[in-house]
């Protein structure tokens, strides 16, 4: 199975604090993207990293992608109540036209 | 705004009752997508639309089938659900064909939870 896996499946912080999300894979990528999904609701995007890239930044978003490991973080900084959902890593492979969903890290943001 | 809409949110089917779902975008987007999820799993690819172009994935049940009439609706009608079948539907749109660029980004619906009694 091409399925990557993240880390961890639960992550509980306070407010202010900074969440890391880890994604494994087991192919060679052509794209990393990160995606959120509420609670029973669709996922939203967030941020795509090409295979060509180190790190990329959207907000309180940063991402790094290690080719060479077949890894990628997502770091949410200064993490609020409503940042409270599912996160995602799902990967383009090379010579695929379909996402391939990691398994999904749920973050709790408490008040 | 430009969106993927699902109906209904919720269906409730019995064992073995056919049920239809309902996808539309206003996105004007040539693919479509069909994605299960079960309870804290990951999404699972179904099958797709390019254009009118009907592409399956290869562990997809024949249970499973779907319908693209045009570019804005796409359907997933389940011909025999089974109590397995109870999960989160959902579909999702791209511009085009995801091939390595920085477009490819897909949008969702909000999902039809189905349940199977």
């Known amino acids: 199975s091409q399925q990557g896996e993240e880390d961890p499946q639960a992550l509980s912080i306070q407010e202010g604090e900074n969440a890391t999300m880890n994604c494994s894979y087991k192919?060679?990528?052509?794209?990393l993207q990160w995606y959120r999904q509420n609670s029973g609701r669709g996922l939203v995007h967030l941020i795509l990293?090409?295979?060509?890239?180190r790190e990329k930044h959207s907000g309180r978003l940063r991402v790094t992608l290690d080719t060479s490991k077949k890894s990628s973080s997502l770091l949410i900084t200064a993490s609020r109540a409503a940042d409270t959902a599912s996160y995602f890593c799902?990967?383009?492979?090379?010579?695929?036209?379909?996402?391939?969903f990691g398994t999904g890290t749920r973050l709790l943001v408490s008040p | 705004d430009a969106m993927v809409i699902q109906n209904p949110r919720y269906q409730v089917t019995q064992f073995g009752k056919p049920v239809t779902l309902s996808c539309s975008q206003t996105?004007?987007?040539?693919?479509m997508y069909w994605y299960q999820q079960k309870s804290s799993q990951a999404p699972k690819l179904l099958f797709h639309?390019?254009?009118?172009?009907?592409?399956n994935e290869a562990d997809t049940p024949d249970n499973f089938q779907s319908r693209r009439p045009n570019t804005s609706f796409c359907f997933l009608d389940i011909r025999s659900p089974g109590l397995g079948d109870a999960a989160m539907y959902l579909c999702?749109?791209?511009?085009?064909?995801?091939?390595?660029?920085?477009?490819?980004?897909?949008?969702f619906g909000p999902g039809t939870r189905l349940t199977v009694l």
């Open positions: 990293i090409r295979s060509n890239e």
């Open positions: 799902a990967t383009l492979g090379t010579g695929f036209q379909k996402l391939v």
């Open positions: 639309y390019y254009d009118k172009d009907f592409n």
């Open positions: 996105l004007n987007h040539n693919v």
């Open positions: 192919t060679s990528i052509n794209n």
């Open positions: 999702a749109t791209s511009r085009e064909v995801l091939a390595g660029g920085r477009g490819d980004t897909q949008y």
